[in-house]
């Protein structure tokens, strides 16, 4: 989650070839888009913006850590490392972290 946002900040989405958006800005496009074209208030598009925003916060305040047990399946798991050594020039980082 957190690693996506950082990654894909500031970047361009093309929306279905018309124009382009803040990555950002995303998630308030498709609100006003469930306003506009589906003529409801967008209840579940605010609300998902919201769970993103406090849970980016508390987070990032390392005040939601991620538990144990998911950590270690992570880590542990030859499958997701052999996967993830693919794609590790991607984040910058070398070997070993």
Do not use: C
Not at 1 to 24: C, K, P, Y
């Amino acid at each position: 989650g957190i690693h996506v946002r950082e990654l894909t900040e500031g970047h361009d989405v093309n929306f279905m070839d018309m124009f382009t958006i803040r990555s950002e800005l995303m998630p308030w496009f498709l609100a006003i888009q469930t306003l506009l074209l589906e003529g409801e208030f967008p209840y579940m598009d605010l609300f998902g913006i919201a769970v993103g925003h406090i849970y980016y916060v508390l987070y990032a305040s390392k005040k939601l850590p991620v538990p144990k047990f998911m950590t270690s399946f992570f880590q542990n798991s030859e499958y997701f490392r052999s996967r993830y050594a693919k794609v590790r020039d991607d984040y910058g980082e070398e070997e070993g972290q």
